[in-house]
């Protein structure tokens, strides 16, 4: 089965930074595109940052580009979402997932979802 697993959420004040991990059980990473998504009160499951299989190419929404960097570390299995200069509008509920195609996220689909991890930013 599997699963895909976020971890390193948490409350931060404004300016501040937190890093997101997303770790895969039943499933080897490497080489399938990914991508973290965030859904909150304004926004459902919107797309964040997305990465190709090998890491060397990736997206980000206008909203976080030049504050949040994914990378990936296919050794290991895991996916990573640094977060810098956090603002309250950045408070989400992260998902990472892999994708069936990069960059075309809403064009190929989701394959899998992961369960999330609360990132509150204070004011």
């Known amino acids: 089965q599997v699963q895909l697993t976020e971890s390193g959420g948490g409350v931060v004040q404004t300016g501040g930074s937190l890093r997101l991990s997303c770790s895969a059980t039943?499933?080897?990473?490497?080489?399938?595109?990914m991508g973290w998504f965030r859904r909150s009160p304004a926004v459902e499951r919107g797309l964040v940052a997305v990465?190709?299989?090998?890491?060397?190419?990736?997206y980000y929404d206008n909203s976080v580009k030049g504050r949040f960097t994914v990378s990936r570390d296919n050794d290991n299995n895991i996916l990573y979402l640094q977060m810098n200069n956090l603002k309250p509008e950045d408070t989400a509920t992260y998902y990472c997932?892999?994708?069936?195609?990069?960059?075309?996220?809403w064009g190929g689909g989701i394959k899998y979802w992961g369960r999330g991890t609360l990132v509150t930013v204070s004011s």
């Open positions: 997932a892999v994708i069936n195609r990069y960059p075309d996220v």
């Open positions: 990465i190709n299989g090998n890491g060397d190419s990736s």
């Open positions: 039943g499933l080897t990473l490497s080489e399938r595109p």
